[in-house]
């Protein structure tokens, strides 16, 4: 079922009358366009936004349960129902490897995404232009920088140089996170939970986010990973994790012990069960 396709909502009403629907609702479109909107100044793609949003709060208001990944997001959808709306924590499990290669023969830093999707190229861009010049100033020498992923766009391999290194797909993922040393998702805009984010702190490198790439996650900020907004604040983290192996190994151990325990398969359950319990699905089967 999708949001931007109410004709089959009305279809699922009419066939099955009785049926609990429940609408995985992987991220909130209007949020992430109203985001990019206001980071481009773009009052047209505003006015999008607000149509989007219309839309997608149609269905919303149709459907008996919505699952959602983001608390942020949760917030948003019972504001703009009036509370009406059952909204649910979505599972989300992510298998955690038994061993983490070592520290040692680690070198610089990732970034993974898709660049038809607006946000990935618009964070890795001003990573490039922006955020670099001043890690590359802290630090006496300047890290590599690869990038991975898949529909890399002229753009994104224009910004190649001595130590930006776009790659373009990885048919490996561990190739992202396995063999560098600190992992960046400098997203600006942008909605729902990040994949990419829950896969790199389950591999054990530390991350440095924005509060956007970190939203929903429940990450606490110089615990298990770094969340920085400013570039002297995205400098200094990316710079203490290159330089303090100490810090790196914590921030490491950290993040893979909260994915063990809040992303877990019993996690997933319960939360599933929940989403079951919300649609009155076990009593409408007895």
């Known amino acids: 079922l999708s949001s931007r396709r109410p004709s089959a909502l009305l279809a699922l009403r009419s066939l099955a009358p009785a049926a609990r629907i429940i609408f995985n609702n992987a991220d909130l479109h209007f949020l992430r366009e109203i985001r990019t909107a206001r980071a481009q100044g773009d009052t047209a793609l505003l006015e999008q936004a607000r149509r ?50 070592p520290l040692e023969g680690r070198s610089g830093l990732s970034f993974l995404g898709s660049y038809r999707h607006h946000p990935n190229a618009e964070g890795i861009i001003w990573f490039t232009r ?29 910004l190649e140089s001595d130590h930006v290194h776009p790659l373009g797909f990885v048919a490996n993922l561990s190739d ?5 040393r600190v992992f960046v998702a400098p997203l600006r805009s942008g909605a729902g939970i990040k994949g990419k984010v829950l896969s790199a702190l389950a591999h054990g490198i ?5 509060p956007t790439a970190a939203e929903g996650i429940g990450l606490r900020s110089g615990h298990d990973c770094f969340v920085a907004e400013t570039p002297e604040q995205w400098a200094d983290a990316i710079a203490r994790l290159m330089e303090d192996d100490d810090l790196w190994t914590e921030i490491a151990d950290n993040s893979q012990k909260y994915m063990r325990s809040a992303y877990s398969f019993a996690q997933g359950r319960k939360h599933m069960r929940a989403a079951f319990e919300a649609a009155d699905l076990y009593n409408s089967l007895k």
């Open 206 to 210: 530390p991350c440095v986010l924005t």
């Open 52 to 101: 989007t949003r219309t839309e997608e709060m149609d269905i919303i208001n149709k459907v008996d349960v919505v699952l959602s990944y983001n608390d942020v997001e949760h917030s948003v959808i019972q504001a703009y129902s009036d509370g009406a709306a059952k909204v649910v924590k979505c599972p989300w499990v992510v298998d955690v490897p038994d061993t983490r290669p």
């Open 130 to 158: 922006d955020i670099l010049p001043g890690v590359a100033a802290r630090l006496q020498t300047p890290p590599d920088l690869s990038i991975y992923g898949a529909s890399m766009t002229d753009e994104i391999k224009a």
């Open 176 to 180: 992202v996170y396995d063999r560098h």
